[in-house]
């Protein structure tokens, strides 16, 4: 276990939100799967807890207002020196800003944007709130990878943006690069073609580390979630695609040697 209160290289997922319309039911739920306890604010923004685990911030929740209907998803942040010069570089490279940037308080500063095939992700600009605190317990994120079509055509977009290294898997039938930063890896990119659902489109996905993948798969359901891929091993851990109750996905893994 090592605590991350660092302010993070630019480009590092730095953060995980979640925005959806019932807040107390989404509290329960997580709280009850990954033993999250709950602080509010900053609720500039709407209102909004953040999660906590040992005492330590590891996410965020918000509440959309009534009448507005937007995909209920899981949003990875990527730090950022300046989120201004950053959404900037985001529309000049073909991707989109949607909101932002603006200032959150004295938490810091933030801008939700798209990369040119549609996946949208946050900017973070830290100020007092430099994000995740814990990793690497059970609860907490523990990677961030974007699903896409092929990743060749985005892959340059991240690069250009961020400064990221691409380190691509060799493999005729696997689209894969790892995203590096200072030499460490800090996300990927997972082309997975046909099988992209069309009702997604390309998304960023958030791992949360678990004690066990079975046993929180189970509890996903009983809690009034889904498992939209049962658990399953691979070379990083066994992990199980999951979808909240309000259709969030998500992936748990137990990771290798967790």
Not at 94 to 121: N, Y
Not at 170 to 176: E, I, L, Q, R
Not at 235 to 243: C, D, I, K, N, W
Request: hydrophobic fraction near 40%; charged fraction near 20%; charge should be negative.
């Amino acid at each position: 276990m090592t605590e991350a209160a660092a302010r993070r290289v630019p480009g590092a997922p730095c953060w995980v939100s979640l925005i959806v319309h019932g807040l107390a039911t989404t509290q329960e739920f997580y709280g009850r799967l990954f033993g999250w306890e709950f602080s509010p604010g900053p609720d500039e923004l709407g209102p909004y807890v953040r999660a906590l685990l040992q005492g330590k911030e590891v996410a965020g929740i918000g509440q959309l207002p009534p009448d507005r209907h937007l995909p209920i998803a899981w949003t990875t942040y990527l730090a950022s020196d300046d989120a201004d010069a950053t959404a900037e570089a985001v529309r000049s490279c073909g991707g989109t800003v949607a909101v932002g940037p603006l200032d959150a308080g004295r938490a810091g500063r933030l801008a939700i944007v798209s990369d040119p095939g549609g996946a949208v992700f946050g900017v973070w600009q830290a100020a007092e709130h430099l994000g995740t605190v814990l990793k690497g317990v059970p609860g907490t994120p523990v990677w961030n990878e974007l699903v896409t079509r092929e990743t060749a055509s985005v892959a340059k977009f991240y690069q250009v943006v961020f400064g990221f290294e691409a380190e691509a898997v060799v493999s005729a039938d696997f689209d894969y690069q790892t995203l590096h930063l200072e030499g460490r890896p800090v996300a990927a990119l997972h082309g997975v073609g046909n099988a992209l659902q069309r009702d997604r489109g390309p998304h960023w996905m958030t791992y949360f580390e678990v004690a066990d993948t079975d046993e929180s798969a189970a509890r996903v359901v009983e809690l009034g979630g889904h498992v939209l891929q049962p658990p399953r091993d691979t070379p990083s851990g066994r992990l199980a695609t999951v979808a909240d109750p309000e259709g969030a996905v998500f992936t748990i893994q137990r990771s290798v040697g967790g």
